[in-house]
């Protein structure tokens, strides 16, 4: 794709080792040089920090979850409990760990690197996010330690606003601050985009990656102050009784539904969109091929960000909206299936006539395919009106919404991490490790979701602490399935942290990938490119022949 | 150990979305076979080590491109289309249904027979007949979810929501609640009975109410001192009820209104919102002294009022 100017001068630092070339020892090792940093790769970073911690405790609340439901009758945790252990988990997965999650540690360092630039366009602003961010994640810890909150993430409207008996606007708060951290990574990331491409680096030379973001941030700016006002209002009629949700107040309980998946089905997006970004990376790398359909993918996340805005209602069609709404929800909810399964073909396109090299990252993004897949289709069982009715608050949402976000997103993250772990620490992870892991999670996600479908269809609602005992049998699955999933998670943990010491030093360019962040040397220098890149090519220029060695595959 | 995959279809409703949700389910097979076959084979026969032939190939991209979008496009019109005439089946009550109330509340179902019967966390219908359940909730959102019907609808305070069945066999089915509202939501459970019209007769006989629902709201009609300006000669003037229900009101916006439940309710909870054509509004609020309840009878009074004027 891309040939820095002069050609015969391509700025390889690495082959040249100078001590104080990487972004780990320029600005020292202090604590504060990280806590005070405004560099976009150690901003990133500090981001993996925080979502492993919020990760682990949602997990925590999850595992707990799941042991509690291997018995129909509610006895390990009492009700009050378990209500508060899926809402610890819900919020912190959703606002904590999945909206950051690509967008916030794998967007932040490579996004300036992939553009060619410096940093972001607003470092400091950047830093800020991250500091919002956590503001809102220790609030949120802080409702957890001190009772937490029993109103599931959704804090659906009177029970949060007037019946519940827990730390609702603690919880609320921490999501309102942590939103105005998103609202500005968004901003950065928007601006950043359109003006800091390197020279002849034009819009459709971006890498899919960069697409997939720039829609996600529009998304985040646009989204998230619908959700800050929502929960404002819904805290404020919590302390003064405002009177805006509460019927007994002349309220209506609905309008906070109408809000809340205002924002909150866009966010859906915000924790797919990245995610499909990476796997379009990976794809063609792996595969040594131009990916098929470069166009269509990058407008397909485009027409996904806007049809995102146009499909709230689909959370609602036995809420009682009117039927007439339903008929426009669903039919939008179809429409905007239809750049999804674009996406799905382009991807497996790519592959024809390729030279497949089976790395761990690109088994996550073939596992990505796999489990978005299914994940779409069940969409298509949820968007459609009758049988919606049947399965809408069931398992089958919760499982359907597992398959997009874990066997999506998490799956989408973990392969670009993998990916991009050379260039983020300049060590390599153990590969036959990474594959097993990758096997590992794959099935352990299965096991625990794809029963979660059955039951949902036999009835079983969500959020329930006891349930009926025709139901126990997924269950049971379901928590073998966690625990086998567990174990995949905590694989990568032990194996990047080892790598870091005792990792294989990577070169610049281990899977001999384009894209301009593997020009320069790995880890990079602070300001990445020692020489701002010239592009002369179109993206993707991978060839199938002859066979290259990549450094694993 | 069993691997129970359908519930018990007991109305036509549920044989129907079962037929749609198939339909989806070979939708989706189909689907994952056009992915996943050439996936697994393009893994396979292009794996890095095996020689097979990679010159790159000119295809007509385009004509690919609007071929995988329209397809699909089509297909999801056609399932689109059919779960949404299901939709429209399950949302609109047939006129000629029995109306059942059910009163949500943190963590149990009230249920109110039109003969005046009571019953908490079950539902006793007779078979072969259309019931349609008039709903609300006196606190938090709850949602009444019949898992063999194949039905719910969220039960909203401030509102009255509907649902409609007919089941076709005698039998117990499950009651849950299916919008999470508090500490004891997986509590929230009961049972719908249903049983031969003989034997439902039975059970309403041996109920012994007293007096039907609307009678008893006839009774609150006088208690609350509606009557001393609704019924009859009076030095305050209020708008004539006999017949009300069901018919189109004029109001002083000029607006015209369709006097249903939900028109009632307002009327006696907040009487200042919607004034008759034709009056001033005198009429106290009744929100502190009516429970929802209450209301409900008031409103099978109401209803049971004639045209006789």
């Known amino acids: ?553 | 150990m069993t691997f129970p995959v359908f519930p018990h279809q007991a109305s036509r409703i549920a044989i129907e979305t079962d037929r749609i949700y198939l339909g989806l389910l070979c939708l989706s097979v189909a689907v994952c076979l056009v992915v996943f076959v050439p996936m697994i084979f393009f893994l396979f026969k292009y794996r890095s080590t095996h020689p097979a032939d990679r010159t790159p190939r000119r295809l007509p991209q385009n004509k690919i491109e609007i071929t995988w979008t329209l397809i699909p496009l089509f297909v999801f019109m056609a399932f689109y289309a059919w779960a949404a005439r299901q939709y429209f089946e399950i949302e609109r009550p047939p006129p000629d249904a029995r109306n059942i109330n059910v009163i949500g509340k943190q963590w149990m179902w009230k249920i109110q027979h039109p003969e005046g019967n009571r019953e908490i966390n079950e539902l006793h219908v007779p078979v072969g007949r259309i019931v349609k359940l008039t709903m609300t909730s006196q606190d938090v959102i709850h949602s009444f979810f019949l898992p063999e019907f194949r039905i719910k609808q969220d039960v909203v305070p401030g509102r009255y929501t509907a649902e409609w069945f007919k089941a076709e066999n005698i039998g117990t089915y499950n009651i849950f609640c299916s919008e999470y509202c508090g500490t004891s939501h997986s509590k929230m459970i009961g049972h719908v009975i249903v049983m031969s019209p003989a034997d439902y007769q039975t059970w309403l006989i041996r109920g012994q109410p007293g007096s039907t629902l609307a009678q008893s709201g006839g009774r609150l009609f006088l208690e609350l001192g509606c009557s001393g300006c609704h019924i009859g000669p009076s030095i305050v003037r209020a708008p004539p009820l006999d017949g009300v229900f069901g018919k189109p009101v004029p109001l002083t916006t000029g607006d015209v209104v369709l006097a249903d439940e939900a028109y009632l309710r307002d009327s006696i909870l907040f009487p200042a919102k919607q004034i008759v054509a034709g009056y001033t509004n005198d009429m106290p609020t009744f929100a502190a002294k009516v429970s929802e309840e209450e209301l409900l009878e008031l409103i099978a009074y109401l209803k049971s009022l004639g045209t006789t004027q």
């Open chain 1, 1 to 553: 794709m891309i040939t820095a100017v002069p050609q015969t001068d391509i700025p390889r630092p690495s082959l040249a080792p100078r001590r104080l070339s990487n972004y780990f020892e320029e600005g020292g090792r202090t604590l504060a040089s990280w806590l005070l940093t405004t560099d976009h790769k150690r901003i990133g970073l500090l981001y993996l920090y925080s979502i492993i911690v919020y990760f682990i405790i949602a997990a925590f609340a999850a595992a707990l979850i799941r042991i509690e439901l291997i018995t129909p009758a509610g006895d390990l945790v009492t009700s009050e409990t378990y209500n508060k252990l899926f809402t610890i988990h819900g919020t912190l997965m959703v606002w904590f760990f999945l909206i950051p999650s690509v967008p916030a540690v794998l967007g932040n360092f490579v996004l300036p690197l992939m553009l060619g630039a410096r940093d972001v366009a607003f470092p400091k602003l950047n830093l800020l996010s991250w500091y919002l961010f956590n503001l809102g994640g220790l609030m949120a810890l802080y409702a957890v330690a001190f009772g937490g909150a029993d109103t599931g993430w959704t804090f659906y409207t009177p029970y949060s606003s007037t019946y519940s008996h827990s730390h609702v606007v603690t919880m609320a708060a921490g999501v309102f601050i942590a939103g105005f951290g998103s609202i500005l990574t968004g901003l950065n990331f928007i601006i950043t985009i359109h003006k800091m491409r390197a020279p002849g680096l034009t819009w459709f030379r971006l890498p899919l990656f960069v697409w997939s973001l720039y829609s996600t941030s529009v998304i985040l700016v646009l989204a998230t102050p619908v959700l800050a006002m929502t929960l404002a209002l819904m805290s404020l009629e919590r302390i003064w009784g405002l009177g805006v949700f509460d019927p007994k107040l002349g309220g209506d309980p609905v309008l906070f539904q109408h809000l809340f998946w205002f924002y909150s089905h866009p966010a859906v997006y915000i924790m797919i969109l990245p995610g499909m970004g990476v796997v379009s990376e990976l794809i063609p790398c792996f595969s040594r091929k131009p990916i098929f359909g470069y166009h269509f993918i990058a407008f397909s996340s485009v027409a996904i960000a806007v049809l995102g805005f146009l499909v709230w209602g689909h959370h609602m069609f036995v809420s009682s909206e009117s039927i007439y709404a339903g008929l426009v929800f669903s039919l939008l909810s179809y429409l905007v299936a239809v750049p999804s399964a674009i996406k799905v073909f382009n991807w497996t396109m790519t592959m024809y006539r390729g030279r497949i090299y089976l790395s761990t990252p690109f088994l996550y993004a073939l596992g990505f395919i796999g489990l978005f897949t299914i994940g779409g289709l069940t969409g298509l069982f949820l968007a459609a009106l009758g049988v919606d009715v049947h399965v809408h608050g069931t398992y089958f949402i919760i499982a359907h919404f597992h398959y997009i976000m874990v066997g999506g997103m998490v799956t989408a993250f973990m392969g670009g991490l993998h990916y991009w772990w050379p260039k983020i620490t300049g060590r390599l992870y153990p590969e036959n490790l990474g594959r097993l892991a990758a096997l590992i999670m794959f099935i352990g996600f299965n096991l625990t979701f794809f029963p979660q479908f059955v039951v949902g269809y036999l009835g079983m609602p969500r959020r329930y602490h006891s349930y009926a005992p025709e139901f126990q049998i997924y269950n049971v699955l379901s928590t073998a399935g966690a625990s086998i999933l567990g174990i995949g998670y905590l694989l990568p943990l032990i194996y990047f942290i080892w790598s870091l010491k005792h990792g294989r030093r990577a070169p610049s360019n281990p899977w001999k990938a384009t894209g301009l962040e593997w020009q320069t040397s790995s880890p990079p220098p602070k300001h990445n490119f020692h020489e701002t890149p010239v592009v002369t090519e179109e993206p993707y220029q991978y060839s199938p022949v002859p066979e290259q060695r990549l450094i694993y595959g």
